[in-house]
T-cell receptor
Framework: AQKVTQAQTEISVVEKEDVTLDCVYETRDTTYYLFWYKQPPSGELVFLIRRNSFDEQNEISGRYSWNFQKSTSSFNFTITASQVVDSAVYFCALSGIQGGSEKLVFGKGTKLTVNP | DTEVTQTPKHLVMGMTNKKSLKCEQHMGHRAMYWYKQKAKKPPELMFVYSYEKLSINESVPSRFSPECPNSSLLNLHLHALQPEDSALYLC????????????????FGPGTRLTVT
């Protein structure tokens, strides 16, 4: 069975601090995909990044960076110089196959609050 | 255009009502999804349609009835709901190619916030 664990339920930081959101996954598949989604208070889930199991290169996009380590089954997300607009719930997810279709398994989410 | 639209944004219905939620995408995606999300919880998958055919039903009660009339449109028909069905209902779509695992990202709509009284 596939599983995603986000141990941090809530994190609160002050603007301009760096913050790392942890994600640990479990899967028996050799090919899998990992994702991060952002859900602001408005409710819509916004896709941030997709990473496949064969690509362990870290990625940076502006203030966002992702660290994928297969050895520890982790896919952590760092926001540098956080801003109030980063306040949201962040979900880590793992993609698998069921019934011939691809299915996302979500972690429980981490609520990030960035205070001015 | 990576937009998935959902209507209505809010819906209040009684337990004896029949209503429908609508989802539309024009990205050419052939996989569409319905999720239910309760407060402070992750989205829970309800249904998956692939090439307009139902491929996953996560043991959802029959008072929820999905329909995919064409490749751009997904409906969720609601009948005789219970107050515990109150939640945010999210629709999503993604590309899909049968027979291969691609792990495509899903694009989500803004959701319909449903209240059952």
């Amino acid at each position: 069975a596939q599983k995603v664990t986000q141990a941090q339920t809530e994190i609160s930081v002050v603007e301009k601090e760096d913050v790392t959101l942890d994600c640990v996954y479990e899967t028996r598949d050799t090919t899998y995909y990992l994702f991060w989604y952002k859900q602001p208070p408005s409710g819509e889930l916004v896709f941030l990044i997709r990473r496949n199991s064969f690509d362990e290169q870290n990625e940076i996009s502006g203030r966002y960076s992702w660290n994928f380590q297969k050895s520890t089954s982790s896919f952590n997300f760092t926001i540098t110089a956080s801003q109030v607009v980063d306040s949201a719930v962040y979900f880590c997810a793992l993609s698998g196959i069921q019934g011939g279709s691809e299915k996302l398994v979500f972690g429980k989410g981490t609520k990030l609050t960035v205070n001015p | 255009d990576t937009e998935v639209t959902q209507t209505p944004k809010h819906l209040v219905m009684g337990m004896t009502n029949k209503k429908s939620l609508k989802c539309e995408q024009h990205m050419g995606h052939r996989a569409m999804y319905w999720y239910k999300q309760k407060a402070k919880k992750p989205p829970e998958l309800m249904f998956v349609y692939s090439y307009e055919k139902l491929s996953i039903n996560e043991s959802v009660p029959s008072r929820f009835s999905p329909e995919c009339p064409n490749s751009s449109l997904l409906n969720l028909h609601l009948h005789a709901l219970q107050p515990e069905d109150s939640a945010l209902y999210l629709c999503a779509s993604s590309p899909t190619f049968s027979g291969r695992f691609h792990g495509y990202e899903q694009y989500f709509g803004p959701g319909t916030r449903l209240t059952v009284t």
